[in-house]
């Protein structure tokens, strides 16, 4: 009698898709998962730039977060799933099981367990964080690792490319063309399709170390230059989003690749590309700096329309509230004196006064819910202080950008720490691969998980930058292990 393939509990042929599915096509799988995400996202978050229909862009992190949950149970039940990840596999394991707590605790479990309405990150999308993690880990091979890092420029250039757009007077959707809480108009920030400038600043952040060290050492002339095309964008664009993170982040970005370049002694191929950035950067400075002449931009801050003066000046405050009380309608407006309010008054012109409003706050609630925080995605109600409308409550607000106090405030402390835990993990795993190997793929990936951690110190998560975070410290933690299950 011939040999007959395997089946699921003696189904029919259907079943052995799964059970004599080759590793090559799992990886190949979980590739396709991870860049259905990347083509997703940005369609789905076109309708709320015209449409304002909030909901929408979730939905591209709960599609491409199921098919993930699923391939990942794929990979334990079929073995796949390299031995070495059961140990992250478990500290998420418990991430989720606590975030089941705090839900539990929180208060408001419908909000808690998806999100409010444009954020979308409750408890659901941290179960689709840890599924991209275990897929990102589990590509197989560098070559899958660099379609995937491909992908992600893709989504970067898209990203500018909607930024330049809104960066233009031409009458484009743009959320951040006023900054009501300082009350100048015609500014014109991009934000892309990431959700508010700061979002769109980090996920050019993330992409820069690999698409400038991919340029100096690929012999691949066409390949070399899509990522001279990506360093121009993602730095003239970064540094017009006009935020700490996208001026300080982008060059500090450039800056550790620029020298990687010259530790590898490739200093003459890295002259096109850091050329590339610094014109790049030179641009998006003048633009900012002529911004106001050339948008005319004006300020009605006195009550009187008044032309705003050139000048060069970061506006992390007014995006914060901007996005979160006139866009999203999660947070209350920024009063400038407000004494009733027990939280204090701020600022919002002041960096150093804006984030630390924040934090200290922030530190406020950690203290009053140690254990399991106010909830998933519910740190403004624990702030509420003259009404349950959370408009009416000035300069309360729904993020904190710190990500780790955020992760406190918001999950407990037992959160956070589980969270460390598992960075830490993939930071050391990561660090030895670049040791053993002096690969420009794997101390792209090294540092570029890294410096996102440096970076949450002044920014959060979100549901367009958090997922390819999460698919990097997935990559991070399996470097230099492509197919070993010992």
């Not at 979002?199 to 390949?223: C, G, H, K, Y």
């Amino acid at each position: 009698m011939p040999k007959t393939a395997k089946t699921i509990f003696g189904t029919t042929e259907k079943s052995n898709f799964i059970l004599n599915m080759t590793p090559e096509r799992y990886y190949g799988y979980n590739l396709k998962v991870l860049l259905g995400f990347l083509i997703l996202m940005p369609l789905f978050s076109i309708p709320l730039e015209f449409f304002k229909v909030y909901s929408v862009p979730g939905m591209a992190l709960s599609i491409t977060g199921v098919f993930a949950i699923v391939f990942v149970f794929i990979g334990f039940m079929k073995d796949e799933t390299p031995k070495k990840l059961y140990l992250p596999a478990c500290l998420l394991g418990a991430m989720l099981i606590w975030g089941l707590v705090s839900l539990y605790n929180s208060y408001f479990y419908g909000i808690s367990l998806f999100g409010s309405d444009g954020r979308s990150e409750g408890w659901l999308s941290l179960f689709f964080y840890g599924s991209f993690f275990l897929l990102g880990a589990q590509l197989g091979t560098d070559d899958n690792r660099l379609k995937l890092l491909h992908g992600m420029y893709y989504m970067g250039l898209a990203e500018c490319f909607w930024g330049l757009l809104q960066m233009l007077p031409v009458g484009f959707p743009d959320y951040y063309k006023n900054l009501e809480p300082i009350l100048l108009f015609d500014v014109l920030l991009p934000s892309g399709l990431a959700g508010n400038p700061i979002f769109l600043a980090l996920i050019l952040n993330l992409l820069m170390i690999p698409a400038f060290t991919e340029a100096v050492f690929t012999e691949n002339s066409r390949q070399k230059l899509i990522n001279l095309i990506c360093v121009f964008c993602f730095a003239m664009t970064a540094v017009r989003t006009q935020c700490l993170l996208g001026v300080a982040g982008i060059i500090i970005s450039v800056l550790i690749a620029f020298v990687y370049a010259l530790i590898r002694k490739s200093g003459k191929n890295s002259i096109p590309v850091i050329c590339a950035a610094l014109l790049a950067v030179a641009l998006g400075m003048g633009w900012n700096y002529f911004s106001s002449s050339f948008n005319h931009t004006y300020s009605r801050e006195t009550g009187q329309a008044v032309q705003a003066e050139n000048a060069l000046s970061l506006y992390d405050g007014a995006i914060i509230w901007e996005d979160s009380s006139y866009r999203l309608a999660v947070s209350g407006y920024y009063v400038k004196s407000d004494t009733n309010n027990p939280n204090g008054v701020f600022e919002i012109t002041d960096l150093a006064d804006s984030y630390t409003y924040l934090w200290k706050n922030t530190l406020k609630i950690i203290k009053k819910y140690p254990l399991a925080g106010s909830g998933p995605d519910n740190l403004v109600y624990p702030q509420l202080y003259q009404s349950p409308m959370i408009p009416s409550n000035p300069n309360v607000f729904d993020r904190c950008y710190n990500y780790y106090l955020h992760l406190a405030g918001t999950l407990g402390i037992p959160m956070l720490l589980l969270f460390l835990a598992l960075m830490i993990l993939t930071l050391t795993r990561g660090a030895k691969a670049c040791k053993h190997q002096k690969n420009w793929l794997y101390f792209s990936i090294f540092s570029t998980v890294l410096l996102y951690l440096i970076f949450m110190l002044i920014s959060t998560s979100s549901i367009a930058s958090a997922p390819l975070f999460w698919m990097l410290a997935g990559i991070c933690i399996s470097l230099g292990e492509p197919k070993n299950k010992s």
